[in-house]
T-cell receptor
Framework: KQEVTQIPAALSVPEGENLVLNCSFTDSAIYNLQWFRQDPGKGLTSLLLIQSSQREQTSGRLNASLDKSSGRSTLYIAASQPGDSATYLCAVRPGTYKYIFGTGTRLKVLA | EAGVAQSPRYKIIEKRQSVAFWCNPISGHATLYWYQQILGQGPKLLIQFQNNGVVDDSQLPKDRFSAERLKGVDSTLKIQPAKLEDSAVYLC?????????????FGSGTRLTVV
């Protein structure tokens, strides 16, 4: 049974710092992996999708990497800003249609 | 491209009452999902539709929850009767297909409070 874990559960950093969010999954047989952002009381916004054949994806200040063999993905945020404060969720698609989600990392960037 | 539309945004009901949520996916997206997100947890899949048909409803509490997707477009999720533990955000998502490049697009969600 696929399980997704995100560490840390919460993170507070000063503005301008580079940071890494971690996601681990127990079954390496995944189809793709998607990182989402969730603002309080809102739905999920897709940030990056990495297909199983890819190693990383980049969008602006965000870079996501995937290492299937070790069951890990990282989301790197460069030069963090207060507007980056949100919960970041990692989700894996284990070959079927549905995604399995982690519990998220709650990020606070202090001005 | 219009996003996934959900309504209502918020709903407060008493336990044992019924409630319904509506979702309109992105045009052309064949697959539609309903997720339940309890505070502090990641979303959990309730039901998945492929066009009109149900692909996965293994985690749907069928004694009280029901869902339908008429004509392969809009979908409704109903809870009858509601329990206190149903308080959560109900998220609808859609995807174009099941290819490795196909991800989810989520709606804004409906926040349900059962008192």
């Amino acid at each position: 049974k696929q399980e997704v874990t995100q560490i840390p559960a919460a993170l507070s950093v000063p503005e301008g710092e580079n940071l890494v969010l971690n996601c681990s999954f127990t079954d390496s047989a995944i189809y793709n992996l998607q990182w989402f952002r969730q603002d309080p009381g809102k739905g999920l916004t897709s940030l990056l999708l990495i297909q199983s054949s890819q190693r990383e994806q980049t969008s602006g200040r965000l870079n996501a990497s995937l290492d299937k063999s070790s069951g890990r993905s990282t989301l790197y945020i460069a030069a963090s800003q207060p507007g980056d404060s949100a919960t970041y969720l990692c989700a894996v698609r284990p070959g079927t249609y549905k995604y399995i989600f982690g519990t998220g990392t709650r990020l606070k960037v202090l001005a | 491209e219009a996003g996934v539309a959900q309504s209502p945004r918020y709903k407060i009901i008493e336990k044992r009452q019924s409630v319904a949520f509506w979702c309109n996916p992105i045009s052309g997206h064949a697959t539609l999902y309903w997720y339940q997100q309890i505070l502090g947890q990641g979303p959990k899949l309730l039901i998945q539709f492929q066009n009109n048909g149900v692909v996965d409803d293994s985690q749907l509490p069928k004694d009280r929850f029901s869902a339908e997707r008429l004509k392969g477009v809009d979908s409704t999720l109903k809870i009858q009767p509601a329990k206190l533990e149903d308080s959560a955000v109900y998220l609808c998502a859609s995807s174009l297909g099941a290819g490795p490049g196909d991800g989810y697009t989520f709606g804004s969600g409906t926040r349900l409070t059962v008192v």
